[in-house]
């Protein structure tokens, strides 16, 4: 039996949130099968590595991201998993032992795609980001780890309020629950947004305004408490 990690990596472009996938490209004879296969980040845990140390290592080498918000949130056991024909006749590619059970972790992970400019390495030939309502068929079970990453980053959006790390340093109020909405998918009133984010003490109100735009210019604020 094999470990492997997956990561899921989530980022805003003010406009649609976005996960990022890397394609594989394999150089075998067999016709039938596809040249190029699309997933998550990942990769086997190697001996003397702990899950988040093959996590990091599978940004730094897959995508040359480090140093970014990083979570496990879910194991995905299903045996399974990657035994579908397809999948296998990728594996037997790439892998010494291509019918071993497969268990992976999943981390997500929040990325300001302005900070980021992702570049794919290793067994990675390219790097691209998606949005995260029209993913297509990716690898093994990669769609139902997404799905699932997105429901519990759903969850602690509310509950830990992560989703400043998405945002820029200084943002407003409608950058920031446009953001809610797109992540939780739905329409939120605004001045009871408004309300209920002063009132949790999350942000600083700066002495600043948004500039170089066509409308009023709104007040621009920071995060309040940057732990995680």
């Known amino acids: 039996m094999d470990i492997s990690v997956d990561c899921v990596l989530f980022g805003f472009d003010e406009k649609k949130l976005k ?5 594989q490209r394999h150089a075998g004879s067999d016709r039938k099968l596809p040249k190029i296969q699309t997933a998550l980040p990942g990769d086997l845990l190697k001996e003397k590595e702990s899950l988040d140390e093959c996590a990091k290592r599978v940004l730094k080498e897959l995508t040359s991201l480090k140093g970014i918000y990083l979570k496990q949130f879910y194991t995905f056991g299903d045996p399974k998993r990657v035994q579908d024909l397809k999948d296998q006749e990728w594996l ?13 972790v999943g981390y997500y992970s929040l990325v300001k ?11 990675a030939g390219k790097t691209k980001w998606v949005d995260v309502y029209n993913i297509p ?16 980053f759903r969850h602690e959006l509310v509950a830990d309020n992560i989703g400043f790390e998405l ?5 407003t109020l409608s950058q920031l629950q446009h953001l809610h909405e797109i992540i939780l998918d739905k329409k939120l009133d605004k001045r009871n947004f408004r309300k209920n984010i002063l009132k949790g003490d999350h942000v600083t109100a700066l002495e600043e305004k948004q500039q170089g735009v066509l409308h009023k210019p709104a007040q621009l604020y920071k995060r309040k408490n940057k732990s995680k």
């Open 19 to 23: 996960v990022l996938l890397i394609e």
């Open 92 to 104: 037997r590619l790439f892998r010494a032992h291509p019918e071993r059970r497969v268990i992976t």
């Open 113 to 123: 795609m302005e900070d980021f400019t992702p570049k794919a390495s290793s067994f």
């Open 137 to 152: 068929e990716l690898a093994f079970d990669h769609n139902d780890i997404v799905d699932r990453a997105l429901d519990i």
């Open 167 to 171: 945002l820029p340093e200084k943002f």
